[in-house]
């Protein structure tokens, strides 16, 4: 994984509450051996038409809007344990999802894939909605160290929470086994130390 520590990025907008697994990656495009390809059917059924035609009026359709965060509405995730969820919306581009309440177990699968899932009370939430809506190319902050989001427009800032591990591997870009591979050396010096008692 791609470490992440601060990013600078304009943001989508997807005021949507109760977006469930499927709706982020329909089940019918589960069938890839790999995680690369997912991004091209992310929001599948809201961004394109049965003749495969984009839908006009879906946000990611619309050249207004890019970056590397998605803003999106409350109880983001719902539904099903899918981590391809969590690929789609990698492969596709974002880093960070923002939103006022996240599914428990999408919120570790996006941890343990590299995208960082900030959640903010909906007042925030709100804020960062109306920002975008009075300037589309408004820029955000993410400062993964400090904990901040920041309208960089504004300059108003937000703080969230992150669990010290979790974070330590975004900040490095390792998942579980990474992380245990950077460990190596203290673990032979703790396994020598058992045999010698």
């Given at each position: ?42 929001f599948r059924d809201w961004r394109y038409n049965n003749d495969n035609t984009p839908v ?7 050249d207004l809007y890019s970056g590397e965060i998605l803003i999106a509405g409350n109880n ?122």
């Amino acid at each position: 994984m791609r470490p992440l520590n601060n990013i600078k990025s304009t943001a989508v907008p997807l005021p949507i509450e109760d977006v469930d697994t499927d709706q982020i990656i329909p089940a019918r495009f589960l069938k890839a051996l790999t995680r690369e390809g997912f991004g091209d059917n992310l929001f599948r059924d809201w961004r394109y038409n049965n003749d495969n035609t984009p839908v006009d009026n879906f946000v990611l359709n619309n050249d207004l809007y890019s970056g590397e965060i998605l803003i999106a509405g409350n109880n983001f995730g719902c539904g099903s344990s899918r981590e391809h969820a969590a690929w789609a919306l990698g492969d596709y581009g974002f880093r960070v999802v923002v939103s006022s309440f996240f599914a428990d177990i999408f919120k570790g699968n996006a941890l343990n894939n590299g995208i960082l899932p900030i959640q903010l009370t909906a007042d925030e939430l709100d804020s960062i909605f109306k920002a975008i809506e009075k300037n589309p190319k408004c820029k955000f902050e993410v400062d993964l160290k400090e904990q901040s989001f920041t309208v960089m427009d504004t300059e108003e800032a937000f703080s969230f929470e992150i669990g010290s591990y979790k974070k330590m591997c975004l900040q490095n870009g390792y998942d579980d086994i990474d992380y245990l591979i950077s460990q190596k050396d203290k673990i032979e010096a703790f396994e020598n130390l058992q045999i010698m008692y």
